[in-house]
């Protein structure tokens, strides 16, 4: 049975943003050079998982002599919201009180974390 398609983006989905979130634009060829050697991924991949954040509304393209240019229309910040979203309705019922909860929970915040925290909450109230 085929896997659902996700509007959320993927573990190798967001590799290839954050390559174009750096660049701002760049060819199969250029997001394939940027990306790290290991693992490696064949052009032929690269191509195709730009064509799903494509469909998927994450990118665009341009066509620039026989190259496709691509570009994201979505900022990092949105996809992050957008991340950030999917994970408080699937895991937390859409209560962002338990979301909360649950990352002060967290062992490894800092004080200095900790009170910036605060200080977001007194500046938002």
Known sequence: MARKKSPNLTDGELRLMEVLWKKGQATVGEVAASLPADPPLAYSTVLTTLRILETKGYLRHIKQG?????????????????????????????????????????ESIGRAELQRIKKMIATSE
């Open 66 to 106: 026989r190259a496709f240019v691509y570009e994201p229309v979505i900022v990092q910040e949105e996809a992050s919201r957008k991340a950030v979203g999917h994970l408080l309705s699937r895991f937390f019922g859409g209560s962002h009180e338990l979301l909360v909860m649950n990352l002060l929970k967290e």
